[in-house]
């Protein structure tokens, strides 16, 4: 059982089950909902529950939305209707992940102040 929550603990979720491997986004929404870049997991939405997901708002852009917590602002969610999982931030946990991150996504559009040097494969979009 994986357990996070958001800075303020308005938000709470568990996650059942091993986590897959992370990958980061370099995309534009992504870094401006983040604040740099996304780290996030996917996950079985029947293996997610969250606690408290009144304070959740969502942010919808043309093919995605992502949840935030509307006291703290945490960034929380990255969700694709439709899929069968949803993307979790890894910043939400507070347990243990077991994880390592896979990927660069979206490296076309990183920011100019940051270099990628971790060996991981990077795909432009
Ligand atoms: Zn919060």
Redesign the pocket.
Known sequence: MHKGS??????RLSVTGDLAPPSACHCTQCRKHTGHFEAGTDVLRSALTVVGED?VTWFHTAKVRRGF?A????SLFFDAPHMDRIGINMGVFDTPTHVKLAMHIFVADKGDYYDITDGLPQNQQ
């Open positions: 958001c800075l303020c603990g308005a938000v304070n917590c006291i703290c602002g945490s």
